[in-house]
């Protein structure tokens, strides 16, 4: 047993333990007690315990670990006690900003608090900067003052979890500049830095070239400059990976570096240290330096560790086996950073290359390379694919042959471009340009085939998110179809794939009907379903040119749901925090109608004003158009009010209109009034919500989509205390994240699906 541990399972046996430790962590919704973290010096220990006890150990060290970095973190993020409040800070400009219009967002490493006397304060921020006459740049220290809170987003099904992304970038607060007034420049990025060279070279290399965005990517990591349709385009045919520096960018520049050294290294040094020794460690100062030009983000850091178990058994003259390699990798970064396993860039890494010794091991050279090289993208294509549709509800399915044609182009053609116009930008800066401008043209040049590629009808695979146990199966299956010819009965691998490929979601009965209200932050979006119909009211906000909570919210929780078309979208009216998604919506999406206010510029052939007295009856349950009745001045007052009702139970969604309007609509359709479930006007503006109309409704459930400390300060404690003296039941989506019901004939309005208690991990602002 001890020899077989030590032999064959030894060291992959001791990451895998330490792994599930990790993870282990990931799964608690509050952290335990740092006291804990008194066992983690036992660790030294390990060497004393029989090979089967490590394993133990070691599983504990991962979790330890875990915690460890967990508590660091949450030491120093914000307190709620001090959100909203302004503080002057001085610092620097950690990375390129990103520049929208009428806002930069940078990130910001904090030296000092002014006065000093504050303790325990975040030190990495994220940090917005409206309508500046100024322009920051990476390397740079400023004084600002800041009004910061805790880093918050919304909460819902198969939306992007905003603050475990901050957790994992180790940003503890978010912020923005107040005034002008304490602001200064202390010192310039003309000083030499890491941040300095990257935002410069960013500068120097960069156009207004429509691959200039990509080329930024590639040359300093900085992906804010990519055209959303251009990401759309990387995203359907699987290879937006190669624009992230990674492993096959940062062991490209190492495998040039080395092969370089291999031919050109003198005499005098090859006299005193191997010639593969001196290539191997000139390699890592290579790939050091890339990844440091990169911004040392995760992705980079990960790939850096990969490359130093690679290039470190060559310095110390040690053959290594390619799963022991992996192993020793995986186990440095998860001492590095344990929190990379929240990331789905490591699991694809990591599985990416497990895939590769697993389906191609004693069977390299084997064939002619193109084919080779074809059956490698075919491999990782047909394991990640279940992984993706679990992660994203959509999986590139010509991500095999984008791949094959991609990824050389671009390991091989354009990066090389790239590096070498980086090299000779300061010395020979006409020779950079002309280098950057064949890279461009380089990506211009195989762009058209992306896009034929992305527009394909089966470019993407698109469904509900697989459980896991029906996940696991999948990737036993695919296992099985990548094992050597001679394993039989490996076509029952498609069998096993099937059921995470054909999930369906359950659906209401005739009758009976779903509701949802999305967290989309200061606006308003809500998802309602019958049995074969499926309807949106209003979609949430657009922020910037890229970035629209359609988008981000709304179609990702209709794809975690397995919809891929809806019968109707109603907007209730022009104001943006109700129709800025729309268009993102109607583009990914099939609508078969659109309904509401204000609705003119929106591209769609089937448009229908919303009146008073509309209806229709879809599955047994009952919609009604309770507003307008004729056009009003004010927009809000001519917003569109819908009624959805059946025997188990109604909902109000009564959009931003105020108490004049609901004074009217009070009196010309009272009986049609009552609801269970009232999702209350205007975020709780104190400009409505009367009493008169709360007696009428007599709601069990307010639902309230408002912002986290938003500007407006809604919901009105005046407001609140209305429903309160109704006895409504008040729940705010800044609270719980997405609001869901069901309403079924025989039982009635089912208790509230609350997602941010539902899905709460440890790194969610506890807000309650």
Known sequence: MKGLLRSRMGIPAYAASLLLGVISLQFFTYLPDRLWLGLLPFSLLLPVFQPVLRLAILYCCGFLLALLHAQLYVANVLPEELAGNDFLVQGIVSDIPDYDGRVQRFEFDVAVYVPQSQTNMPKHLRVSWYNSRHRVRAGEVWQLRLRLKPPHGSINPGGFDYERWLYQQGIQATGYVRSEGDI??????????????????????????????????????????????????????????????????????????????????????????????????????????????????????????????????????????????????????????????????????????????????????????????????????????????????????????????????????????????????????????????????????????????????????????????????????????????????????????LPALTMTSQRPQPGDYAMSLLDVGQGLSVFVQTHEHQLIFDTGARLDDDFDLGDRVVVPFLRQKGIHRLDKLIVSHGDNDHIGGATSIIRQLPVTELMGQDIDELDHDNKLACVSGQHWLWDGVVFEILHPDRHYRQRNNNACVLRISTAGGSVLIASDIEKPIEQHIQ???????????LIVPHHGSKTSSSAEWLAGISPRFALISAGYRNRFGHPHPTVLERYRAINARILNTSEYGAISFEIQQGKGVSAPKLQRELDRHYWNHPLR
């Open 184 to 497: 200064q420049r202390l010192r310039s990025q003309e000083s030499i830095s890491i941040d300095g060279i990257r935002q410069w070279l960013f500068d120097h290399l960069t156009s207004e070239d429509t691959a200039s965005g990509m080329l930024a990517a590639l040359a300093v990591g900085y992906k804010g400059a990519i055209a959303p349709a251009d990401w759309d385009i990387l995203r359907r045919t699987g290879t937006n990976h190669l624009m992230a520096i990674s492993g096959l960018h940062i062991g490209l520049v190492a495998a040039m570096a080395f092969w370089l050294m291999r031919r050109l290294t003198p005499g005098f040094i090859a006299r005193r240290i191997a010639i593969p020794r001196f290539a191997a460690i000139i390699a890592l100062i290579a790939a050091l330096f890339y990844a440091l030009l990169a911004g040392f983000a995760i992705p980079t850091q990960r790939a850096l560790v990969m490359l130093f178990v690679v290039l470190g058994a060559v310095i110390m003259g040690r053959q290594i086996r390619p799963l022991n390699s992996l192993s020793l990798a995986l186990i440095a970064v998860l001492v590095i950073d344990p929190v990379a396993v929240l990331s789905p860039g490591f699991w694809f890494s990591f599985i990416a290359v497990a895939v590769i010794a697993y389906g191609f091991h004693g069977r390299l050279g084997r064939g002619h390379q193109l084919l080779q090289w074809g059956r490698l993208q075919w491999s990782i294509a047909l394991f990640l694919f279940p992984l993706t549709l679990f992660m994203f509800q959509q999986s590139s399915v010509v991500a095999p042959l984008a791949n094959l044609i991609l990824v050389p182009w671009v390991s091989f053609l354009v990066v090389p471009v790239v590096l070498l116009a980086m090299v000779l930008a300061w010395p020979f800066p006409m020779l950079s340009d002309m280098l950057m401008q064949l890279a461009g043209f380089s990506i211009n040049l195989i762009w058209p085939v992306m896009s034929y590629l992305a527009e394909l009808p089966i470019a993407s695979w698109q469904q509900q998110t697989p459980d896991v146990i029906p996940l696991m199966l999948a990737l036993c299956g695919a296992a099985l179809l990548l094992a050597p010819k001679g394993i039989p009965l490996r076509w029952v691998g498609v069998i096993m794939m």
């Open 667 to 677: 009196q010309l359709q009272d009986e049609k009034l009552h609801a269970d479930i």
